[in-house]
């Protein structure tokens, strides 16, 4: 069994930063791929990035490409997301989420593992 908490969410300015971070715990972390979904007020839950379980291999929506980075750090049990130059749409409430096996998936079904979701709010 493993749980995840998120800490990091808050309000920043349109063209800012904040960093959001997820502490597993459990065991077996190394073995999960490991990310972070979205979920804005009256909109669908989407896929934002994830990382291979063993970190190196990573993806984004197409919508965060360049401005956000995901890591995991597997000694920590974490997965962080770096997101800059942020914009009133990445507003939503962000979950991390983990799954067994190595591989990553966009689709939310496939997540075993879910954080209580943190907010993210981008003033314009």
């Not at 669908?44 to 995901?70: I, M, P, T």
């Not at 979950?95 to 966009?106: E, L």
Request: proline share 2%; glycine share 12%; hydrophobic share 35%.
């Amino acid at each position: 069994q493993v749980q995840l908490v998120e800490s990091g969410g808050g309000l920043v300015q349109a063209g800012g930063s904040l960093r959001l971070s997820c502490e597993a715990s459990g065991r077996g972390f190394d073995t999960f791929a490991a990310g972070w979904f979205r979920q804005a007020p009256g909109k669908d839950r989407e896929f934002v990035s994830a990382c291979s379980a063993s970190g190196r291999s990573k993806h984004y929506r197409d919508s965060v490409k360049g401005r956000f980075l995901v890591s995991k750090d597997n000694a920590k049990n974490t997965v962080d997301l770096q997101m800059n130059n942020l914009k009133p749409e990445d507003t939503a409430v962000y979950y991390c989420v983990a799954r067994a096996g190595i591989g990553i998936s966009p689709r939310d079904w496939e997540y075993d593992y879910w954080g209580q979701g943190t907010q993210v709010t981008v003033a314009s």
